[in-house]
């Protein structure tokens, strides 16, 4: 059982020793010089004295929508690309139409200009 499990224990056993130096030489080696603009929280590319009611753009929202609906479409893939030799032929014709019907939804969305950063 446990000669099954080997590989994914020495996977991440190198892993965390990788990370760990990484780590270790990056606060030996790395430089130490804190300003006041290094110490100010990064949030979304926007300045910290953001107003509570600021509204952000429509855009930064249908953007974040579209890339969410077309990053979960893709996940569907991954378990016919997995097994595609046990469904056959109707499983990879059915995967052509869907990516075919994914890039007539990328196209429309990108021919509409919703992908544009106003």
């Not at 224990?9 to 020793?17: D, E, Q, R, Y």
């Not at 949030?43 to 609906?69: D, H, Q, T």
């Amino acid at each position: 059982m446990l000669r099954s499990y080997l590989p994914a224990i020495v996977f991440l056993i190198l892993g965390g020793a990788v990370g760990g130096a990484f780590a270790v030489l990056n606060t030996v080696i790395g430089p130490r010089r804190a300003t006041p603009h290094k110490q100010d929280p990064y949030e979304c590319g926007l300045p910290s004295e953001v107003k509570r009611g600021m509204r952000f753009g429509i855009s930064f929202y249908l953007i974040a929508m579209l890339f969410i609906l077309f990053d979960i479409e893709v996940i569907f893939l991954y378990p016919i690309a997995i097994e595609l030799r046990a469904y056959g032929s109707f499983a990879l014709a059915e995967t052509i139409v869907f990516i075919a019907l994914l890039f007539v939804a990328f196209l429309y969305v990108w021919r509409r200009g919703a992908l544009e950063w106003r």
